[in-house]
């Protein structure tokens, strides 16, 4: 043994660190005149700290023990004189504590030991991983459209505050219609322009879904449903869920009946409200009955009281809570882990829970009335399927069809009420644009009857009103995000095989080449001369193609039958000495005004 350098007393020598790794274990066996043994057994370590009975003692001397953060935190180790020169003694010390036992002869604990060498060895590897995870990021594929490394562009997100801002402004910094860069840790492609965005929207090989781990958390941890799905799952289930709405009366009388129902019901609300001295806030008095459309047209019933409200609420979080890339929570999974509430996922667990209990009670009501002579609603179609391929390997799973009730709910409950909520915004903000539709309705429909889907053809003021509202004022500004299925080509640019692309309704609405001039609210540009209805096609708010919107008829009639009911009805105006209601809206997946509150005067006390 050579005996060479020691440490003077107390002096500290080292520092550990605690890592989940590099830790050597070694169990130290207990002798009364153990010293000699606990050389032997901690002569290839550079730290060493043996527990007796709650007392440290470190090679042969005392030590002070704290508990702290559940690790045993060693002091004052003292060295030991004749200590062999491999063994480094230091004054501070963390140790990990795991496996107590007994023996005769007193506590035998089991302790971790740091080898500095290991810890080294570790710090490399993980320095090495942090420059190849960031080269990773830099490298960009060969002709891969241009844009900014991950980094250098997340003050935009601040500064803008809206996705589809920043890649606008992006897009002009690049002189590009289309981007690449990092979202999210994917690869990804955003899409600016009319002609682009068309391209991806009807071409087959954009058809694809991401499979993130952000996205499959969404879908409680599976690849389930028509949203986040693709290949023949997503094909067969959305054919089913098309074709038995088609078959409920989709665009026919049963769903406009179950649609007159809600707004029969709104207005009353509408009616009690009003009289508030605060007015009436849109936004919590349509939610519940655009809900309640598609929650019939699903599980044959109504839904009220705690069940709906808190269904809204869970809704309302979830579409604020991220944007479409999943934020950080997307791009650092593991950050979880450490940060679950900083980074949402505690929030998103919460959510899909809650909204997974709402909807398994619902099917599980289902299950106790379910005839197959009867079958009321798409649950009750869908339990049908299910018991009809039993045996067989089949996409028709209780987890399947908890996950297409989730995609219907989510996908059109806050997109539609967002949009009435944005056309009520509008009448307020432009009295003489509902002084016209007041005409219209008066004109076509009269004081008498409810509005109908019939009149919709004839009240052509009206529908370039509410075009103009949906080209301005974006519930969906992002579309996607979509996987690309195999090796292509945009715009000249090499595209890989699993790209993400998410493409910019936003930019298509807004072009200024296009519109001339796309900030002003002007529903005459959806007008010909002769006062005919101009269509466009330069906006597609439910998107283009075999992946467009499966509620577009459902968002387009629910949309106009409760905007003219209400407008029918009430004059909608901003309370007396208010500031205007703001036009920025809400940022989130999808958008929403800021909640305003509405003054409405019924139509025969009007003008
Ligand atoms: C104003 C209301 C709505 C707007 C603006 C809207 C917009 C969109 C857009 C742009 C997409 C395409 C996403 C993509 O390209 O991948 C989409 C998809 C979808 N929408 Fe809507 N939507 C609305 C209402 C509804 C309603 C009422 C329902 C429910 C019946 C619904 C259910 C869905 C579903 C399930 C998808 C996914 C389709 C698929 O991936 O195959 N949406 N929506």
Redesign the pocket.
Known sequence: MVHQQWPTSHQQVGTCMLLSCGWTNRSVGLAESGLEKFYCTAVHTNVICVLIEQRCIALGAVAHLIQCCGKLFVEHCLYLPDCPSDVICIKSAICWRSDMGTTSRGGVYKVHVVNMSVLLAVAIVLLISIILYLVRDFRRPTNFPPGPPWWSWPHLAQELRHQHLVFQKLSQRYQSPVLGLRLGGELTVVVLSHDLVHQV?TREEFEGRPDTFFLRLRSMGTRKG??FTDGPW?MEQ?RFVMSHFRQLGYGKQTMEAIMLSELASLVRRLNNRRCSTSGVTFSSCLAPSVLNV?WVLTAGTRISGEHLDRLLELMGRRMRAFDLSGGTLSRYPWLRHILPNHTGYSLLLEINTGLKNIIMEMIDEHRVLYNPENKRDLVDAFLCEMENRTGEKSTFTEDQLMMVCM??FI??SQ??SN?LDFAFLAMILHPDVQRQVHTEIDAVIGHDRAPALNDRRRMVYTEAVLMEVQRLYH??PL??P?RVLRDTTLHNYHIPQNTVVVYS?WSVHMDPEHWGDPHVFRPERFLDDDGGLVTSDWLF???LGR??????T??RNS?FLFFTGILQKFQVSSAPGTEPPSIEPQPGITLSPQPYSAVLTPRDKEY
């Open positions: 929207l028509i949203t997503w959305r598609l995609d219907l996908g059109g997109t539609t949009t519930v969906v579309g996607g979509r309704l708010p439910f998107a992946r467009r919107c499966m509620g577009e459902l968002a949309i």
